[in-house]
């Protein structure tokens, strides 16, 4: 079946911008994950939802960044007042639950944001 | 504070040969993810370890996990050019499955003709 899938594959955008970046989850994955991958780097754990609600944000980097999933599926990152050091790869991924052994997350293909 | 660290970081292996790389944390965990990243790709996973003691086998990579040692190995035999990628292991950041993981720096590995 289908994988993550994140739109765009790649945002360039300026200094102080708003941007918003989505991921469609693997259909029936409860669990959806933001980590965001610097050049050289992992991945760094930004947020969870467990269904509609955000069940771990305290990698949120501070209050410019935002995430909803209002039905549990589709999720958005949104990022105010865009600074240059918010470049990097945006990862998302979902996993069929939490725990029991079926926590394996899938990882997408990742949008590349860019402020100039 | 969590921290997972790997080595080596960067590794040149000529095909044919037998290489390790080690992934350490720092807190207590009962299960251990690999990853595998192609250059501009997203992550790949390859094994998902759940207890102590587990060994898990695929192609000519095996992954093992030892929780008191807070170590995992992630052995590659017999190298062939297609394993050249970038290697991660993460870890749960609470220590069970809570869905936080924490990755390593990744090794990156070269296989050479």
């Known amino acids: 079946g289908a994988g993550v899938s994140q739109t765009p594959s790649n945002k360039v955008t300026e200094k102080g911008k708003y941007v918003e970046l989505r991921c469609d989850p693997i259909?029936?994955?409860?669990?959806l994950y933001w980590y965001r991958q610097s050049l050289g780097q992992g991945p760094e754990f930004l947020i969870y939802?467990?269904?509609?609600?955000?069940?771990?944000d305290s990698g949120l980097p501070n209050d410019r960044f935002f995430a909803v999933r209002p039905e549990g599926s589709v999720s958005t990152l949104k990022i105010q007042r865009t600074e240059r050091g918010d470049s990097a790869v945006y990862l998302c991924?979902?996993?069929?639950?939490?725990?029991?052994?079926?926590?394996?997350?899938?990882f997408g293909p990742g949008t590349r944001l860019t402020v100039l | 504070e969590l921290k997972v660290e790997q080595n080596p970081l960067f590794l040149s292996m000529q095909e044919g040969k037998n290489y390790t790389i080690y992934c350490n944390y720092s807190?207590?965990?009962?299960?251990l993810y690999w990853y595998r990243q192609d250059p501009g790709k997203s992550l790949e996973s390859l094994f998902v370890l759940l207890s102590n003691g587990a060994v898990k086998q695929e192609g000519r990579l095996m992954a093992s996990l030892d929780t008191k040692a807070r170590l995992s190995t992630l052995h590659i035999t017999a190298a062939v050019h297609d394993l050249s990628a970038t290697y991660f292991c993460a870890v749960d950041n609470y220590g069970g499955s809570q869905g936080n993981l924490i990755f390593g720096k990744g090794t990156k590995l070269s296989v050479k003709p």
């Open positions: 991924a979902s996993s069929l639950t939490i725990g029991g052994g079926a926590d394996t997350q899938y």
């Open positions: 807190t207590t965990s009962d299960r």
């Open positions: 259909s029936g994955h409860t669990a």
């Open positions: 939802f467990q269904g509609t609600g955000a069940a771990d």
